[in-house]
């Protein structure tokens, strides 16, 4: 497939989802009962470790034979060039992982690396100075690049040892029960091109599970812009706001909703970049190697063609990545979920954690198309408090705001990914410190989970837990 044809038939998904608009619907403010068919049609009934890998129900045959090569490339390790595995060599020369799933393992949830920890775990470190380019984007530090490397090919040499140190803050609920927190602070040592740029910016993330990717590309502009609040017209302390990023395919700044703070526009683009920055495998849309000029070893490495991975693979990424479905609610019927799931109302949570969207038609993967989901996010930025803040902007974003993640399959990550590590950096150990640690715009609705009972604190992470 030339790189003309995967422009088009990007431009078609994205063009059509612009123009679409009339079909978003939000609806209800706070939906009750809540369906436990959380993707809509695109829902799975899977509780098992593969709960995140299957594939949207609806799809045509030639859509599941495009799945699973997806699915190969995702997984499979890419190799550096050269070598006689021509389709997966061209690895790094800078890389935090070998594979997509080496940072999303089972297509869930990554995690920050213990004490000692070597090879992935999903964490990435994200690096800029002050200024922006003429389009707005922020500056790269000029030594490192935009993105943090730990892992290198031979011969060249990895960019430094990520150090992560923690300060536990104590606290306690109104009924005395106390708790504990863990503040992160981030450093790399020996860095191997010399020191970095005295007002680098850094910013911590953690890869996030994979599902319902393609359904929430498939929700309408409109309906996004129909939940944002930027002054806060109606007094409610929510002031949710659009990211306007750079879409590289059409060469314009339009709407962010993927990525942390939502800094990417499409999953084609979502899925380019990681291919770049995590792996240092280039595209069509990011044709140049993740090195900077101070990088010799680095610049002088062998590639694995022009680009790395052809168009036509790498739609078949971005189809994977699209249609991996959402699994169902459980015990949506049970007296103490349904009490958290009336608190979750009642304390705030869905005034961001917006329970219920609608998509629009999708113009190439019909299952996408008119589906009712219940994601629990509204796909908007919101100032998140001081304690959350990375301090580094984002397009758009600024250094305390960060994207509503999904709530959908957070119920799984233990027993997908074997961890309960929660929030942009992983800090939070268990869904209570993720909730304690909401700031800014959440700060009223942390506030009264601090009030709530002991049984109803337990309702509200019996809630969450079965989504």
């Not at 390790?77 to 997509?100: H, I, K, Y």
């Not at 690049?145 to 060249?156: D, H, K, S, T």
């Not at 602070?185 to 191997?192: D, G, Q, S």
Request: charged content about 20%; some cysteine; glycine content about 10%.
């Amino acid at each position: 497939m030339t790189r003309q044809t995967l422009f088009g038939r990007a431009a078609l998904v994205l063009g059509s989802l612009l123009i679409l608009t009339a079909c978003a619907v939000v609806l209800g403010e706070r939906p009750t009962p809540l369906s436990p068919l959380l993707g809509g049609q695109g829902t799975v009934d899977d509780v098992t470790e593969n709960a995140f890998s299957r594939a949207l129900p609806g799809l045509d045959r030639y859509e599941e034979r495009l799945f699973f090569v997806g699915n190969s490339f995702f997984n499979q390790n890419w190799v550096m060039a050269p070598s006689s595995t021509r389709a997966r060599d061209g690895l790094g020369p800078l890389f935090n992982s070998r594979s997509c799933s080496g940072c999303h393992f089972k297509d869930g949830r990554g995690r920050p690396p213990k004490v000692g920890e070597e090879g992935p775990t999903g964490f990435l470190l994200r690096l800029s100075v002050p200024g922006r380019d003429l389009r707005g984007m922020h500056q790269p530090e000029p030594t490192y690049g935009g993105q943090f490397q730990n892992m290198a090919i031979q011969r060249v040499a990895a960019e430094g040892v990520l150090s992560i140190t923690y300060t536990e803050i104590s606290g306690q609920y109104a009924d005395g029960t106390p708790y504990t927190l863990r503040q992160p602070t981030y450093a790399i040592l020996n860095p191997a091109y010399g020191p970095f740029h005295p007002e680098m910016m850094l910013s911590p993330r953690i890869a996030n599970q994979m599902i319902g990717l393609g359904l929430l590309e498939a929700v309408p502009e409109a309906a996004i812009f129909a939940l944002a609040d930027p002054a806060d017209v109606n007094g409610d302390g929510i002031s949710g706001r659009p990211n306007w990023v750079w879409d590289a395919l059409n060469n314009r700044l339009t709407l962010g909703r993927f990525g942390w703070k939502a800094g990417q526009p499409s999953l084609l683009q979502q899925t380019a970049a990681a291919f770049n920055g995590d792996m240092g495998i280039t595209t069509s849309l990011f044709l140049a190697q993740n090195c900077t000029a101070a990088q010799a070893d680095c610049m002088a490495a062998l590639n694995g063609g022009e680009p790395e991975i052809s168009d036509d693979d790498l739609l078949k990424v971005v189809l994977y990545a699209s249609t991996l479905a959402v699994p169902k609610q459980r015990d949506h019927e049970d007296p103490t979920v349904r009490q958290g799931w009336a608190l979750f109302q009642q304390i705030g949570c869905a005034e961001c954690h917006t329970p219920t969207l609608q998509t629009g038609i999708h113009p190439t993967i019909p299952a996408l198309s008119n589906q009712t989901i219940h994601p629990f996010t509204d796909l908007l930025l919101h100032d998140m408090g001081e304690g959350l803040a990375d301090h580094r902007p984002e397009w758009a974003a600024t250094g305390r705001e960060w994207r509503t993640p999904p709530l959908w399959g957070i119920g799984l990550f233990e027993t997908v990914n074997g961890h309960t590590n929660y929030l942009h950096d992983g800090r939070a150990r268990s869904l209570e410190e993720a909730i304690l640690w909401h700031g800014g715009e959440a700060e009223a609705a942390q506030k009264a989970f601090i009030g709530l009972s002991k049984a109803e604190r337990e309702a509200l992470i019996r809630f969450l837990k079965s989504l």
